[in-house]
């Protein structure tokens, strides 16, 4: 079926190249479609990796490997097959990916260990050892690819291509970001998978790379839901090539550690919010900001709670402030809540105080809110100093057409 | 907005009159509707009682006093409001819950402890407290109702009244078990909650009681699911009158205890699947099965996983066998599991057995299978001995319909 483009998609940013990043696609034919499904990076030597993955234990090869890879925390490409997830597959998945991972060592002539395979589409289906091969065969011959281009090669049912780019001066080294992403949670009928790439020139240690990540990881990518199912493949990488010259960080203590990490941490955030904006059927965009949880770590999972709970999400799909089903959520989200100190407001308004409804709350510009794309949530607990702020989307008809109504 | 009739509703069934047990209804007008929605249920002196009740923290005053008084294990008198929850509503709430006991007790000549209140419908609101007083005047003059009449009465956006019968054999004494119930889950655009009521004529003492009942709800009311939104205010009630004259039950030592408590968890399972059956937007009726769990409760949780993933929901709406979504779900649950021992069957027919998808699976058989109403879903881990059953239903347009399309 062909979607519609997101309400809330944005524009396609204008990306500065990164110096020791090289881009191609190439159509190795997973699927029967009309459009490139592989795409390929080729990294500068010494190029710093880091990685995240999915937490679901039915996750595929790649991410097995993926997982061996970044603890020897370097990379020279990375390839991302479109249409075939190549989960669920055994030994075959298996022999798939090393493979592939063999064929572009010897082309570049590297270690096969600094190869990162990613793959999004159907699951339970071994990716096709032929396709794959003849795939890497020309997309190593192909032309240099744009940002764009690889945003949207490693789409799949994504409706429109993400990308996202930043700097950070480290000293008087200014150093560049760039991110592609794809997906959503599980995306669409057989599709699944969140996979994200970030590309610095800066010159970063890899163990100060990983570290980074997964700091900058807890409060963006672990704080986004679409519909609370978690793909066996969601794959987050970091490439730092080195190629801007400043002195490679190594520790929160080196000068501009801290300017990288708050760029880092913007990209992700820019990248996790691109993947709600394409939420299936998402006609909303909503945060849901928790305060006076017992701590932030509370606070996230009451969040959660809310951004994942269906009745929340078809309220806000209504435009009703429905303050009820916030309530409800908040309460069996498993953490310390106490319901007469509970408060809830709508794009700042508060409709309920202490556990009880606000004497002459006036749902007329929470209402007006409401209409809009962007719906903020605020839940305050009132029982200590815990804080966070997850995104969601609404629960629409969308939804149900894109997973229920088509066959896969 | 008039739902229709749920396709997978029951007929009522034929329920003989319970000695000891007299129900009334009447309408206060907690709604503008032309219904009744006070359900009363008088009961003989010496009834034992039993509860168990919703884990949301925050619960209804309903639920906080019921709480109390089924340690105290006694009951008189049940009043079920329906059309206001009452939940959220802070001291107004508790205020109105205490006035409808303490004219009941008065009426009974009986202690207050020993009438318990439930209320279903909107959140937020207090119940209003001179609506309650003209209500239960009425209801305690009205003539006795019927079961039927009960069970529609403590409905609120229920598609069909929902009963159980069933009976037990203790020694030569026949005892009769009658159950009514109504929701599933957060069920309606501001109504809630699971509300369900067991009475029996078998004679049972308080702890006794107690015990059958949240071991008989542990394998039925705990393992249904329909959108995963636990209400503020889910209660079921197990009442014994003691007029069949069988020796009190006391404990699983003394004979009849198990007829008792296997004729009590079949009444539990009856009850549960109804509430299933009439869940929001339901067009089929699910059975998730798990073994080779490592224990009973991880199963269930494995089982919960896949009964709440919306993606599993979704294909079986659209009568798709999608197993991979099934493996992401089962490695989502944060259980043991084991990706290549993993095995996925639907009406009885493995699509994957060992982690892969079976040679020569012919889907056939599964696709007729998932055109029907009633739907089995198997997961075999293959780890150890572990296992359960959990039951759900589809998730449709029905469902965002009566969620999001109207306003509360």
Chains 1, 2 share one sequence.
Request: charged fraction near 20%.
């Amino acid at each position: 079926m062909d979607l519609e483009t997101s309400p809330l998609a944005l524009p396609f940013p204008d990306m500065p190249s990164i110096e020791g990043v090289t881009l191609r696609v190439a159509r190795a034919g997973y699927k029967t479609w009309d459009r490139a499904d592989l795409t390929f990076a080729e990294l500068a030597e010494g190029t710093a990796l880091a990685g995240v993955f999915t937490r679901n234990v039915c996750c595929s090869s790649e991410v097995e490997i993926g997982r061996e890879q970044v603890k020897q925390g370097r990379a020279r490409a990375l390839v991302v097959n479109a249409g075939n997830s190549n989960a669920f597959t055994g030994y075959r998945g298996r022999e798939a990916v090393e493979q592939i991972m063999a064929q572009v060592a010897d082309a570049l002539g590297c270690d096969k260990g600094e190869v990162l395979v990613s793959s999004t589409g159907v699951i339970g289906v071994p990716l096709p050892k032929d396709k794959a091969r003849e795939g890497i065969a020309k997309v190593l011959e192909a032309e240099p690819a744009s940002w764009e281009q690889a945003a949207t090669t490693i789409g799949t049912t994504d409706t429109f291509a993400k990308g996202a780019t930043t700097a950070a001066m480290l000293g008087d080294t200014r150093v560049t970001l760039n991110g592609i992403i794809k997906g959503s949670g599980m995306i669409a009928p057989d599709m699944a998978t969140m996979l994200g790439y970030i590309f610095t020139d800066a010159a970063v240690e890899p163990a100060f790379l990983q570290q980074c990540l997964s700091q900058a990881n807890a409060g963006t990518f672990s704080c986004i839901t679409v519909d609370s199912d978690t793909s066996t493949s969601d794959t987050v990488l970091a490439f730092a090539t080195g190629k801007a010259g400043n002195a490679p960080l190594a520790s929160f203590d080196d000068p501009g550690a801290d300017a990288f990490m708050a760029a880092l941490t913007d990209m992700c955030r820019q990248l996790a919010h691109l993947v709600v904006r394409d939420g299936e059927g998402a006609q909303k965009f909503i945060a849901v900001s928790v305060t006076g949880a017992v701590s932030d770590e509370s606070a996230r999972r009451v969040g959660l709670a809310i951004a994942n709970s269906p009745l929340v999400k078809t309220a806000i799909a209504g435009g009703d402030a429905n303050w009820g089903r916030v309530v409800m959520a908040v309460g069996k989200a498993g953490e310390p809540a106490d319901r007469d100190k509970l408060g809830i407001a709508f794009g700042g308004v508060w409709a309920a105080k202490q556990g009880l409804p606000v004497e002459g709350y006036d749902e007329a510009p929470v209402a007006k809110h409401l209409e809009g794309r962007e719906i903020d949530i605020t839940v305050d607990l009132g029982l200590g100093e815990g804080h966070a702020t997850v995104w969601t989307c609404d629960l629409t008809h969308g939804y149900i057409s894109i997973n229920a109504d088509y066959r896969s």
